[in-house]
């Protein structure tokens, strides 16, 4: 029907006309042919096909389809836009369908390699993925000739490609899109919720929580224990507490528009994930924090290379019984990852900002994914919140719970003691991965977005300390730094941060009062961290805060 000797591009577009015709034949990314249905009232096109196109006669059908997979696969592009109905192939004689749910699971495979060239078919993974979709393939392919089958090609099109085809797949979210597909869901559904998303906010409760229960609540009751907040399919659930009668009472939230944008939204996508993902999508929560919140948390995620590393120079520094013979504080914990491979709980301790991370964190530690103590996991705020409990004056010596002029410190008693007492303070290791964000100010406000009004300028430390520090008191690490060096004396500091304070001016008041002994520590690019713009270094320093050493 169509010249042997057609330019490939002629031929895509003569098919499009004699056959797709009203149909939006836009294409994407390095597929050679897609059919789709695009309209002002739905976010994202349907897709009826994507297809590998080929000039002449001669090609293999098989073939086609294969590194059809394997552009798909490479470009992961069933990750942002609907799969299709059908994947396609032809060349000027024929053409052929297949259902995608047919060899959807192919995408899944652990140990295959899809960053190879999808027009080589010499490449052993070319060979590989012939040999396991061959059988599929041409037994449930579905081939017209554009000559003799026209007829019949243009019924099938008619019939199938419709939105009434009960066949229309949804997005698959993986470890990979799931962050992609939260951006969407803030525009598309947040705004639905009926809560006061500010005053949420200051409660600890983020948007985050909320897609995370859509995602993975629905139909999931082993995951209901690792979630903030859950779906009960009309509504939302969370802040669960047990009343003095031993009830339990839970705040909820409903839809302000009887749910219509949240349907319409998870019509387009395959919830929940695959298993294999779960665990990965509660751990990585941090990668949906807003980036003003994650900065001023010091959310930071350690990629585990570095967590490995860091512990590998405490080593070197402390010794190799260091984790039985210091008692470990991360201050700054997310979700704990510098924990990781650690096998010492009943001395470590992780505090964090975030009430949610808190309930992660003894999670994880109640399924020994932590070495952690649930009663060592608490919500703590370092650079505003009282180390030490204090009774007031009427109760002197014995504190009262219920009294409003009592200082209630929310650190466990042990570690308190730990911080009173100067020799067992030299047990101590302050190990974090503090937060990077530095204060603005005016010239930084007129100049540039890149500092954040008030993350670090309203702290008690750069109240109490501002005036000393001075400059170095608007970079929320060094805040931390400072209070550890003058309220936690002669301690271990072992920290990641960036090292503007070994050398910028900002920080010559800093260098003249921090005192202290070097004992190794490392430096890598920001950019390893995945939550980290820019081009510059990150240190994991360790530091004696009992020995004044040359700095």
Known sequence: MYAQNMPEEDLKNHIAHDFFKGLDMSTMGKIDFCVSYRAKTLFQAIHFLWAEAKRGNKADIVESFVQLILTIGKERTFENELPPLFLGAFDCEKIAFIPYYEIMDIFSQNDFNWNVAPSDHSTKEFRQLYAKSKDILESKKLQFDFEHDSKELREFIRENFTLENEHVHRIQITKNNFTNVYQKWLLSVKDSISIDWNLAKSSGILDADFYLADLLSIENQSLLDKLFVVLRKTHYEFNKIITFMGSEQKDTATFRDNQKAHNEFWNLYERPPKEIYWDYIIDRRDLLVPSDIRERKGAFFTPQVWVQK???????????????????????????????????????????????????????????????????????DFLNDCFFDKPCEKHKDKLDSTCRNCQNSKLPKKLQEILKDKEKRKKLIIFINPPYAEAASTKTITQTTNNKINVSNQTFVSEQYGKKYKKSTRELFVQFFIRTYLEIPHCILASFSKLKYLNASNFIEFRELFKAEFKGGFIVPADTFDNVKGQFPIGFLVWDLSKNGKQ
């Open 310 to 380: 860091a512990q590998e120079y405490l080593v070197k520094a402390l010794g190799e019984d260091w984790q039985s013979e210091y008692i470990v504080w991360d201050c700054a914990a997310g979700t704990g990852n510098l924990f990781a491979n650690l096998t010492e709980p009943r001395n470590f301790y992780a505090s964090t900002l975030d009430k949610a991370d808190v309930e992660i964190m003894k999670e994880l530690a109640k399924n020994q994914h932590l070495p952690l103590l649930e009663r060592h996991i608490f919500q703590f």
